[in-house]
C-alpha cells in the first residue's frame, strides 16, 4: 500500500488525491528511472502528484538545444498548467529516478475542486508562483541534490567535496555533504536530509561500489571525478545512472596538477565517460571551486559573443568591463569574430593579452587580403589559416580552462552546428568561414560557413547549456550597408594605391553584411534568453574596418558600464534561488504583516 511521506499529505492537494484514491478515481504507478511521463503535443487529460521520486522537465524548440528546465519534487503537481487551461503538453517530463505518481482525471479534479475551494486556490498559487518565476527568468525548480563519483583509485575526493560545500555555504546555502557511511540508512531519511537543506552533496570514492549504485539512481545531476593527468580507465561503469544520461545530466570534472599550464589529453576522458559538460579544477585553486560552487548553485554567468566583423572588437571592451567590476565569466560562446574573442577567453588569456593578440592577428595587416581568382571564394584564406594556428595552435575544445562553443552554419543540413569538441582551431576557421568570402570548411560530407548565416548571437544556446546567468554582446546594431559601400571604385589603380583594397574589394561588404543579417526570430530568441543585453553603438564602425580597433573597443566598454549600472544587484544574482532560511523569514514576514 503506497503512502505519502507525512511532510507532504497535510495539503489540499494531497488531500485530494488522498480522496480520489478511496473513491477509486485515482491511480498510482511506478514511473522507472528514465521513462517519460509525458511528451510535447500529448493531450493534458489528467493532472499528476508526485508522491516520491524525482521528475525533470525539459524543453525543445525546433532548431535549437534541449534546456533543462528544473526537477519537480514530492509533494508537487505536473501538468497542471496545461490541464487547467486544456492545452497540450509543452514540454518533455522524464523521471529523474524510479518515482511514485498519482494521476488524477481532468473531470474529476474539476469536480473535486467545486466541493473544496483551498485545492484551486493551492494550485493557482503554484502556478502564479511559476509563471512568476519563469518571467522573471529565475528557474523553476533548480537540481539540488548532485552525486559525485570518483572514477579510479588514488587520493580520495571527499576532500574536494567538502571544500566545494564550504564555497556554497558561502553562497549564503546550506549544504551537507553525505558518503558511503550513509549507504544503509532507510528511504525516509534520504528525504528528510534533502528536504532539510538547500543543497545535498553525495560522494562516493573509487571502492565504494554499493554506494556508488545508490548514489546514481538518487541525484539530479551527476558528476563523475577524475584526474586530468591520468588517462581514462578502460571501463567506467554507468552506475545506475543510465537515466541522468540519457538526458544530458552527467557531467566530469578532472582535477589538474597545480601549475599545468593547460589541460591535456581531455578528449580521452569525454569518450570514457560520454558526459555532457566537462569542468577543470586546479588543485589548490580557490577561483575553480567558487566556479563550480555558482554552477551548482544557478549563479555561473555564461558569456556570449556575436558575429559582426570588425565591430567584434567591442567584445574586448565588454570583457574588459566585466572584469573589472568583479563579473565572472564561467561559460563562454560566440559564433563568426564573436568566436575568434570567446576562444581567446577560454584560452586564459588575461586583458592585456587578449588586446595583444588580436591586434597582431586582425590590426596590423587585413586578414582579407590575399585576394584570389574566385571560384568558390573571394580570398585563398590562407592568411587567416596562418593566424589560427599562431594563436590557438592545437589546442583541443576540451583542453580549454573554461567551458566553450561556437557555432557554424551546416550548408548540407540546412541547421546550425554546434562545436564542443574536437580542434579549436578547426572550429573557429568554420565559424569564420563567410559564404564567398573564406572557403567552406568541409567536414564528415558537410559544408561548414560562418556561424552567422544561421546563429550570429548564440545566447539561447547559452541558456540551454547552464541555468545561470546569461550576459549577451550583440554587435549586429549599427549603421548596415549602404549604396557607397559597394559602388565600384572611380579608379581601381588609386584604389589599390590608397590600401582600401586590403579591406577586401566592395562585394566583401556585401557578403559580409548579407551573412551577418539575422532573421528577427532567432534574434528575438537570443535576446529574450539573455539576463544582460549589451548592444554597443558601433554607427561608426564599418563591418571590415580592421583598423577601428581602438574606437569598437571603447564603444563596447562603455555600454557595458552602462549595462551594469543598469541593475539592481549583482550578475550573478539575477537568477539567484532563494535559500530555505530566506523563504522562511519571508512566510514569518507575512505572517506577521497578517
Known amino acids: 500500500m503506497h503512502t505519502l511521506p507525512d511532510s507532504i499529505a497535510d495539503t489540499a492537494l ?39 521520486g524525482r521528475l525533470g522537465v525539459f524543453r525543445r524548440e525546433e532548431g535549437q538545444e534541449q534546456q533543462f528546465l528544473g526537477v519537480i519534487r514530492p509533494g508537487e503537481p505536473a501538468g497542471e498548467m496545461a490541464m487547467i487551461a486544456g492545452t497540450p503538453h509543452s514540454a518533455h517530463v522524464v523521471a529523474l529516478r524510479d518515482s511514485e505518481i498519482l494521476a488524477m482525471p481532468r473531470d474529476v479534479f474539476f469536480d473535486a475542486a467545486e466541493d473544496d475551494p483551498a485545492v484551486m486556490l493551492e494550485l493557482a498559487k503554484l502556478m502564479i508562483l511559476r509563471v512568476r518565476q519563469a518571467a522573471t527568468q529565475v528557474s523553476v525548480g ?82 563523475r571525478v577524475g584526474r586530468g593527468d591520468h588517462a581514462p580507465p578502460a571501463v567506467i561503469p554507468s552506475y545506475a545512472s543510465g537515466p541522468l544520461q540519457s538526458q544530458q545530466l ?69 570583457i574588459k568591463a566585466l572584469r573589472e567590476r568583479g563579473v565572472p565569466i564561467d561559460f563562454v560562446g560566440g559564433s563568426s569574430m564573436g568566436a575568434i574573442i570567446a576562444g581567446g ?96 570548411v568541409t567536414e ?14 548564440p545566447a539561447d544556446i547559452m541558456r540551454a547549456v547552464q541555468l545561470g546567468p546569461v550576459v549577451g554582446v550583440d554587435v549586429t546594431r549599427g549603421r548596415s550597408i549602404t549604396a557607397e559601400d559597394v559602388q565600384r571604385p572611380a579608379s581601381l589603380w588609386r584604389w589599390f594605391w590608397s590600401g582600401d583594397w586590403r579591406k577586401g574589394p566592395p562585394i566583401v561588404a556585401l557578403l559580409m553584411r548579407a551573412a551577418t543579417v539575422t532573421v528577427g526570430r532567432d534574434l528575438a530568441a537570443s535576446r529574450e534568453a539573455s539576463d544582460v543585453l549589451i548592444t554597443p553603438k558601433l554607427d561608426r564602425v564599418d563591418i571590415r574596418d580592421w583598423k577601428a580597433f581602438d574606437q569598437a573597443v571603447e564603444a563596447g566598454y562603455v555600454a557595458t558600464l552602462k549595462a551594469l549600472d543598469g541593475l539592481d544587484r549583482p550578475v550573478t544574482a539575477l537568477r539567484r534561488r532563494s535559500s530555505l532560511a530566506e523563504t522562511a523569514r519571508r512566510g514569518l514576514s507575512a505572517v506577521g504583516r497578517g
Open 250 to 318: 552527467v557531467d566530469l570534472i578532472l582535477i589538474q596538477p597545480a601549475g599545468q599550464p593547460h589541460p591535456v589529453g581531455s578528449e580521452l576522458w569525454l569518450d570514457a565517460t560520454e558526459t555532457a559538460r566537462l569542468f577543470h579544477l586546479r588543485d589548490g585553486a580557490a577561483a575553480d571551486l567558487q566556479r563550480l560552487a555558482r554552477v551548482l548553485t544557478g549563479q555561473a554567468v555564461g558569456l556570449v559573443l556575436s558575429g559582426g566583423g570588425a565591430r567584434a572588437y567591442a567584445h574586448v571592451g565588454a
Open 345 to 440: 577567453l577560454a584560452m586564459g588569456w588575461d586583458d592585456a593579452e587578449l588586446d595583444r593578440r588580436i591586434r597582431k592577428a586582425f590590426v596590423d595587416s587585413s586578414p582579407l587580403d590575399d585576394i584570389a581568382f574566385p571560384i568558390v571564394a573571394m580570398i585563398h584564406g590562407a592568411k587567416v589559416w596562418t593566424r589560427l594556428d599562431e594563436h590557438f595552435g592545437d589546442t583541443q575544445i576540451a583542453d580549454l580552462w573554461l567551458p566553450f562553443f561556437c557555432v557554424s552554419s551546416n550548408l548540407t543540413s540546412g541547421t546550425y552546428h554546434l562545436h564542443r569538441r574536437g580542434g579549436l582551431r578547426d572550429a573557429l576557421r568554420a565559424s569564420i568561414s563567410l559564404p564567398g568570402v573564406l572557403p567552406p
Open 14 to 52: 494531497a488531500r485530494l488525491f488522498g480522496r480520489g484514491r478511496r473513491d477509486g478515481d485515482v491511480t498510482w504507478f511506478s514511473l522507472p528511472g528514465g521513462a517519460k511521463l509525458y511528451v510535447p503535443g500529448e493531450a493534458s487529460d489528467q493532472l499528476y502528484f508526485l508522491g516520491a
Open 142 to 223: 533548480d537540481p539540488s541534490v548532485f552525486g559525485f563519483i570518483a572514477v579510479e583509485g588514488g587520493d580520495p575526493i571527499r576532500p574536494l567535496i567538502d571544500d566545494l560545500a564550504e564555497a556554497i555555504e558561502a553562497l549564503g546555502y546550506s549544504v551537507t555533504v553525505e558518503g558511503g557511511e550513509s549507504l544503509t540508512a532507510p528511504t525516509e531519511w534520504f528525504s528528510e536530509v534533502e528536504r532539510e537543506h538547500d543543497f545535498v552533496l553525495y560522494v562516493a570514492e573509487a571502492g565504494e561500489t554499493a554506494w556508488k549504485h545508490l548514489v546514481g539512481r538518487q541525484v539530479d545531476r551527476l558528476f
Open 444 to 457: 564528415g560530407g558537410s559544408v561548414l560557413v560562418d556561424g552567422a548565416v544561421m546563429k550570429n548571437f
